[in-house]
């Protein structure tokens, strides 16, 4: 089983609708990272959350770290095209910084 | 901002031949890089963790004599795919952290190399 669940799989909304994006993991996170990929392009880094109850905020993009339900959310409010692509959680789920276990990802779609 | 390179972007090569992936830490210093694969829709997938002058750690499963990584400089790590087969036919895509800390918590990733593999 996947120890990194993003839920939904993939996600169509209208221009200026908000939505979130869920991360769970069935283990204790030490960190989790926010990415947005365009399919075959490498990563953007959104933002990165370690402490429970932390959020973090750029430009329409709120992220949320529950520690105590080892999930996060994503956030997206007004969303634009722009906002369209592939989010990815990676976490780190040992001590071992930097290496990331990534969840499956979340296809979004902003149509006009 | 802090950037890592790779090269190539895209490589096309025929069954059996190697093929070398660079990932470069542009502006920062890197003792450890990391390798990821990505197939069609599919996430990331750690392969294995290339470590500046010692041998590389690799993730179960993954075989370290078809994937030589080596960690030359603290710049510089390369992912050689030996005996290349159309099953390895993946996105490639390495990461790495700045080791001096000067910008904290940000993992960065390269642009990932396509390998197509005929």
Redesign the interface.
Known sequence: SQELEQSPQSLIVQEGKNLTINCTSSKTLYGLYWYKQKYGEGLIFLMMLQKGGEEKSHEKITAKLDEKKQQSSLHITASQPSHAGIYLCGAQLTGTASKLTFGTGTRLQVTL | GAVVS?HPSWVICKSGTSVKIECRSLDFQAT?M?W?RQFPK?????MA?SNEGSKATYEQGVEKDKFLINHASLTLSTLTVTSAHPEDSS?Y?C???DASGGRT????????S?LTVL
């Open positions: 790779q450890t990391f990821y599919q996430s990331l997938m750690l963790t996105f895509i990461s790495a952290r918590g940000e993992l960065f990733f390269g642009e990932g396509r």
